[in-house]
């Protein structure tokens, strides 16, 4: 019997480090912390406050960083925010974000987003170019959309093609467009579509036959803009992008006429439906390609400038750098932050 009891008591001795540990695990906050532009986060700082509740931790050298919860936290909502020590001399914006109680286990991850976007490639290669989230998200009017569209979930995030999915298939759809598709129409979209890459530095498209857009069984291909000649529509062009969550699962290029396709408005009218299917709204925060005439005269460009491009890329690279490593929060945690930090926009109550 001693035996016996000696033996139990070793493996409670055993256990108790694990169940320590399990305990450990679950009255901590804790999550990383990716800079977007492979920059060093040593010296960030995340704050995690409640309603009775205030501590913070700095993260480490690989990105990671915890902060104790007490049992009494774990009933209210936290508030998260990430910055560097020195607002002045920061390299990244803030980034803020609300948990909710049911929100608080799991890990939570930062994707910061720089206050400068260096173009790695295209036409730009080499230009810096200041990036403000609250420029990115501000609406062309009440109820219009931004240039970066939040997603309706719980998140709010990004929506943009998955990276795997480029360069994205784009299918002539002769077979229910209106108006026939020529081989010349055919020849100016690819030549407008080729300077888009060129400014983008990126192989962004591909042709593809319509045989290759018939889904297969139960799977539907979801690397697809489709475009169309359709006398019906209103205006010159429309871009479409659909979604599914955070990622685009199809886009359509349509134009009125097969003369807009191969007049002189030909490249600016490609480009910027384009952009519309690669998942980006108007704006008026900056000279564009995406700027509407009629709501901010005088600032569209016949092409996609710096400003587009920058944050075009940048947004794509911080949605990759939050699927690679399962963060949750990258742009939208940014808006906030900067929301937040603006009193003039605080004060008239911005959204």
Known sequence: MNSIRRLL???????????STALAAQDALAGKVVASDGGSVAGVWVVA??????????V???????????ERAWRDAVELSVREPDPAAARYHAASARLA??????????????????????AFAGM??????????????????????????????????????????VVFDREFSPVRISARDSVSFWSAAEELERDFGADLLRPARFAESLPMGDSTPSDLIYVQIDPTLRVAGLGVAGAYGDDIVYGEVRVRTSSLLTGPDGPDIVAHEL?????????????????????????????PTPEDVAYAQLVQRVNALQRAHGARWGMEAALIAEEAATPSYAAAGGS
């Not at 008591?9 to 169940?19: H, K, M, V």
């Not at 480490?60 to 007490?70: A, K, N, Q």
């Not at 008026?284 to 569209?300: D, F, I, K, L």
């Open 60 to 70: 480490d050298d690989s990105g990671s960083w915890t902060i104790p919860l007490p």
């Open 101 to 122: 109680r049911r929100d608080l286990e799991g890990e939570h991850g930062f994707v910061l987003v720089p206050r400068a976007w260096t173009i790695p490639t295209g």
């Open 9 to 19: 008591a070793g493996l409670l001795l055993l256990a108790a480090p694990l169940a």
């Open 275 to 303: 952009m519309h299917a690669l998942g980006l709204g108007h704006t008026c925060s900056w000279r564009s390609v995406m700027a509407v005439e009629a709501r901010c005269p005088g600032m569209r460009s016949p092409r």
């Open 49 to 58: 406050r409640g309603a009775a509740f205030l501590d913070s931790a700095a």
């Open 128 to 169: 810096v170019v200041e990036i403000s989230p609250r420029l990115a998200f501000a609406p062309v009017c009440a109820g219009c959309s931004a240039f970066l569209k939040r997603t309706d979930g719980a998140g709010g995030g990004v929506r943009t093609w998955p990276a795997g999915h480029f360069p994205l298939r």
